[in-house]
């Protein structure tokens, strides 16, 4: 009749097998449900398209050495290989928690010569001394019956998901930075050829201006003033080369190589890397999608709801079976009936009372809830960051191009003046000022230039893309 009892309350508690703790799905409140954030990044007036974000946008510039730096970095770069290590690690937790319960068995071997103590077998005289051996195996199998186990996978894998997703954010993040680089040299190599340019027709320019003072058709303080100029131009090259060896040692970190050692032309770089097109920038709904911070947000906030499950656990008891099969005795008796043990039957391990675990449940609920938080907080700061940097770019275009027109214009006028010094129409003086005006302008569009492609690296790291070239997927992490 025990028998009995025992295997229909068993064959309830199978029956009554659930999950502890809330299934985890996004809330509907969460910042990233909201639909004001999930249409259209690209505007009427602005200088992008709707067009889906390339995972390869570096390849827009058509530039092979840059394609070159970023391959090089994708396989050599530090922070990809602490990533990387994370990764495994995340993935080994995994594995883990999935070998919690279920199945498991031992072995047990010993043997010792042993005098026991008579009185502790209430025996008034000395036992014998014996050599006795113990052998055993068990074999136990824990269920988890409130889900308790399963709670503790749901988590495990959510935050390998998360370590996916920070992986690819350093992902993105490298190669903004490779491309922000290999920019830095090109833009300082230009400018700097501008400014050299500017300095030659100053020297020039304070030449003739010390001749006419030597003929009696000027003053020192033209002179000094000239000369000024020219100490002011040439104080600035240092500037540039100083731009030009930051650059180049950046590089040289990403790439994990020496200086020396990058692709052949990269140090003599003298053209900023363009796009020939309107920048693709997708929509917000896509934006969501694609940033790697918000799919890591997102993941730990599974795992904190997970949590809670696995808090709430511990108000249940611990139900296994097990079996156990040994012999135990003089070493020379081993194997006789009188050695032999055996057993099975269920076990039940139950805290009473359960200290602290309501206690444990709160907090689980309260990191949920700030995870939750700190999801919203990412949604929105990914939303202020690409349209920051839309505005940034759109404005840095409209300067841009209003210093061309600036460029042409005083080009115009120093080709006309320098045609009317020709013709004996106007001094040389002018010549060279009408020209130096224009190498002035010319270095502002330059600087210019070099804002612009600096903007739209900015804007599409924002975007989130770049992650997808060279990723490692998860293989046992996946969303519940």
Known sequence: MSRAWLIAGMGVMLSACQMVGPDYQVPADAAVQRKDIQGELA??????????????????????????LVQQAMASNTDLRVAAANLSRARAQVDEAEAAGGWSGGVKMGAQRLQESGQAFLLPEKVPVANIADIGISASYQFDLWGTLQRGIEAA??????????????????????????????????????????????????????????????????????????????????RYEAARQAGLFRLSMLLAKPVEQLPAGTASCAELPKIAQLVPVGDGAALLKRRPDIRQAERRLAAATAGIGIATGELYPDISIGATIGTVGIIDDLGDPSTNRWGFGPSLSWKVPTNGARARIREAEANTQGALAHFDGVVLNAIRETQTGLAQYSAL??????????????????????????????????????????????????????????????????????WESGRTNTSSASKP
């Open 397 to 466: 275009l409209q300067r841009r191009d209003a210093l061309a027109e600036a460029e042409q214009s005083a080009k115009l006028a120093a080709e006309q003046t320098h045609r009317f010094f020709q013709a004996g129409r106007e001094s040389f003086l002018a010549d060279l000022q009408a020209t130096r005006t224009y190498t002035d302008v010319t270095a502002q569009l330059a600087a210019a230039n070099t804002q612009v492609a600096m903007s739209q690296i900015d804007l599409f790291l924002a975007l989130g893309g770049g």
């Open 157 to 238: 894998k959510a935050n390998a998901d998360a370590t996916q997703a920070a992986a690819d954010t350093a992902r993105i993040t490298l190669v903004a930075d490779v491309v922000r680089a290999y920019t830095q040299v090109c833009a300082a190599n230009e400018e700097r050829e501008i400014a050299e340019h500017s300095l030659d027709l100053q020297s020039q320019s304070t030449t003739l201006i010390q001749r006419l003072r030597d003929a009696g058709r000027g003053d020192e303080t033209q002179v000094t003033r000239s000369q000024t100029q020219f100490k002011s131009l040439r104080a600035d090259l240092p």
């Open 43 to 68: 505007v009427a007036g602005k200088p992008v398209v709707s067009a889906p974000v390339p995972a390869d946008w570096w390849r827009l510039y058509k530039d092979p050495r840059l394609d070159q």
